[in-house]
């Protein structure tokens, strides 16, 4: 049967739920990514499902995230959280649970499933097939990335997940890429079919993110007036390197002691991943290096508050092993906000160098601190980088995204629709 219209997705995230505050544990720039982009699709009447898998009893089955848009919670697994290296196990009662969900309505409920994350996109390639609809997946992070720039201290991503990415990628109508860079990991390490992967850049939200008073945002948030501030953003693990700031902040300060009593770091996000088994690790590390008066933990906080903590900023650091996008340099920036951060994956597209921020093409901290000072040490440039900042987020909303991922969703329904008919 030809579907002319989009009128409604399933939108699968296995997990981790939209409704979870991003920043910490598994919940990161997908969540905010489902979130933006299914609030968007529902404004231009296009209804989303969202399913994720329920870790509490007292979730409801179903909750609406917004007008036109539900979160459907899975009985699947222990009603917990679960490391992500459990979830596989759960994926056959996952799947079930949601292809039982879509039978209690009347046939032909969605007219196309995206997956979020491998592990959904294993969901999604059975709904596919079982629904006779599309499958559009995002993959997020790819396995095989991760392990090419293993970060210290982070565990090797296992063979059951680079076999399940490599079926996800074989089934998937169209893979969504953040960056160019992403599609070509994509065909270099996974064999996609190059015409089956789409570049649609991520966004951000131009509202909540931009610019504003620095001298207020300190205000309000305690800090002072006159410093220098660093902040990192996100998920505190390995992969992020929230070491290397740290180690980039005390070679400011011995290169420049008269700093010791005008810098602070500020992490605003919680432990993650690895992270999770050494959550000390980073008050550790910063007593050791003489920094425990300089730092500030912080717990992840709404992105209004997180905004402040961008104005507030002198830079944000982002110098990561790998990243699909990087939506914290895109934040920062669109907060006016300089951003120095490691030159991988989609930070070259969400930084453009020596224009919005400094990308740095080494893991080595003293390159990290030599950016930051030249950027103190100038503050022509940095004004000059701020304005670069502005004006190069500004390209980047979520709208525009959404536009793309519609027509990438009604020209793959048609195909469908084609292939039927013929
Ligand atoms: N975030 C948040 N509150 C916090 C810290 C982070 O809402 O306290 C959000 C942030 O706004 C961003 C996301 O978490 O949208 C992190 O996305 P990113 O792409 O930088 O990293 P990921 O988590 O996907 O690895």
């Not at 039982?100 to 007219?111: I, K, L, S, V, W």
């Not at 296992?158 to 070509?184: C, Q, Y």
């Not at 508050?305 to 790998?322: G, Q």
């Not at 701020?386 to 979520?398: L, Q, Y």
Request: with cysteine; glycine share 10%; proline share 7%.
């Amino acid at each position: 049967m030809p579907r002319p219209q989009l009128r409604r997705i399933a939108t699968v995230s296995v997990h981790t739920s939209p409704l979870e505050q991003p920043g910490t544990g598994d919940a990161g720039g997908l969540n905010v990514y489902v979130v933006e982009v299914a609030k968007r699709l529902a404004d231009r009447g296009v209804e989303v499902d969202i399913f994720t898998r329920a870790v509490s009893r007292d979730q409801p089955q179903v909750a609406e995230l917004a007008p036109g848009v539900l979160v459907r919670h899975l009985a699947a697994g222990p009603f917990e959280d679960l490391d992500k290296s459990d979830l596989p196990g759960q994926l056959c009662q996952f799947t079930f649970e949601l292809l039982r969900t879509e039978a209690a309505h009347a046939p032909g409920r969605y007219d196309l499933v995206h997956g979020h994350y491998w592990l959904s996109g294993q969901v999604g390639a059975v709904a596919k097939e079982r629904w006779g609809v599309p499958l559009v997946q995002s993959m997020h992070t790819l396995g095989r990335v991760k392990n090419a720039a293993l970060a210290v201290g982070d565990s090797v991503e296992p063979d059951v997940r680079l076999r399940g990415e490599a079926e996800v990628v074989a089934s998937a109508d169209r893979l969504v890429a953040n960056t160019d860079d992403e599609a070509r990991q994509l065909i270099g390490y996974y064999a996609a079919e190059p015409s089956r992967v789409a570049v649609i850049n991520p966004g951000v939200d131009l509202s909540v993110f931009r610019p504003g008073s620095q001298a207020a945002a300190r205000r309000q948030l305690g800090l002072p007036q006159d410093g220098v501030v660093i902040v990192f953003a996100g998920r505190v693990q390995p992969l992020k390197a929230p070491d290397v700031v740290l180690h980039a902040a005390a070679r400011l300060i011995a290169d420049f002691p008269g700093l010791t009593k005008q810098l602070t770091i500020a992490f605003v996000g919680g432990p993650s991943g690895t992270g999770r088994n050494d959550p000390d690790g980073l008050l550790q590390l910063a007593g050791r290096l003489g920094l425990a008066s300089q730092v500030r933990l912080e717990p992840p906080c709404p992105q209004p508050e997180l905004a402040d903590w961008y104005r507030a900023a002198t830079v944000v650091m982002v110098p990561s092993y790998s990243e699909s996008f990087g939506l914290v340099a895109m934040e920062a920036q669109a907060c006016g906000t300089p951003v120095v951060a490691a030159a991988v994956g989609g930070l070259r597209t969400a930084v453009r160098h020596g224009y919005s921020g400094i990308l740095v093409e080494s893991r080595d901290p003293g390159h990290y601190a030599r950016a930051v000072r030249e950027l103190i040490e100038a503050p022509a440039k940095l004004a000059r980088l701020a304005n670069g900042a502005r004006e190069h987020a500004s390209r980047f909303g979520w709208s525009a995204t959404v536009d793309s991922l519609l027509q990438l969703y009604t020209a793959v329904t048609a195909e469908a629709a084609a292939a039927v008919e013929a």
